[in-house]
């Protein structure tokens, strides 16, 4: 069963650019959710998407928005790069959130630079 | 909000030496409780999870239990070892509103040396 996809895995953009990230969960999973990872801040936390439906979002500006498509495949887009966008960003997808699993399944991160 | 307070690291422990790393939550309700561990350059992976109250949750010999009276939730394990090293992250999982989210902890980074 393949894990979860994240693509590009590295890309490095300047400043003011925009950039997308891909995500493609599990088989069968529905819901994908996306974290910030810096050494700074630690992991936080983005939004989560759930049948192509935003069900919760982080504290996170408005340059930071995200989609989910019918075959539950996700994209975040972040508009706009500011130097502090530098990050690994974190795709989990699960079976069916809010039901008291609470289990996410990782995929390796998109790590994002910016000059 | 709700919060996890992670023991800071890093850790460096010699080979067979006991682990423990601390992580205690806020109460707000009764979360669902997780660690979560990522090795070096990869995602994180789930490693041991507790649902309520005195469940211990166990995996690779590593374990933790749910401490309501003490809102904790500290990793521990007998005997580590080398392929131990890794980041280990403690994650309360909240509800409310309509959703379901993980909260994690800024990480605890523990080398193993033989």
């Known amino acids: 069963k393949a894990g979860v996809t994240q693509t590009p895995r590295y890309l490095i953009k300047t400043r003011g650019q925009q950039v997308t990230l891909s995500c493609s969960p599990i088989s069968g999973h529905r819901s994908v959710s996306w974290y910030q990872q810096t050494p700074g801040q630690g992991l936080q936390f983005l939004f989560e998407?759930?049948?192509?439906?935003q069900r919760n979002k982080g504290n996170f500006p408005g340059r930071f928005s995200g989609r989910q498509f019918s075959n539950s495949r996700s994209e975040m887009n972040v508009s706009t790069l500011e130097l502090g966008d530098s990050a690994l960003y974190l795709c989990?997808?699960?079976?069916?959130w809010g039901y008291g699993t609470g289990e996410l399944f990782f995929g390796e991160g998109s790590r994002l630079t910016v000059l | 909000g709700d919060s996890v307070t992670q023991m800071e690291g890093p850790v460096t422990l010699s080979e067979e030496a006991f682990l423990t790393i601390n992580c205690t939550y806020t109460?707000?309700?009764?979360?669902?409780l997780f660690w979560y561990v990522q090795y070096p350059g990869e995602g994180l992976q789930l490693l041991l999870k507790?649902?309520?109250?005195?469940d211990k949750g166990s995996n690779k010999g590593f374990e933790a239990t749910y401490r309501k009276e003490t809102t904790s939730f500290h990793l521990e394990k007998g005997s580590v070892q080398v392929s131990d090293s890794a980041v280990y992250f403690c994650?309360?999982?909240?509800?409310?509103?309509?959703?379901?989210?993980?909260?994690f902890g800024k990480g605890t980074k523990l080398s193993v040396i033989p």
């Open positions: 994650a309360p999982a909240y509800s409310g509103a309509g959703s379901y989210q993980l909260t």
């Open positions: 998407y759930f049948s192509e439906t």
């Open positions: 989990a997808s699960s079976l069916a």
């Open positions: 507790a649902t309520k109250a005195d």
């Open positions: 109460a707000t309700g009764y979360p669902s």
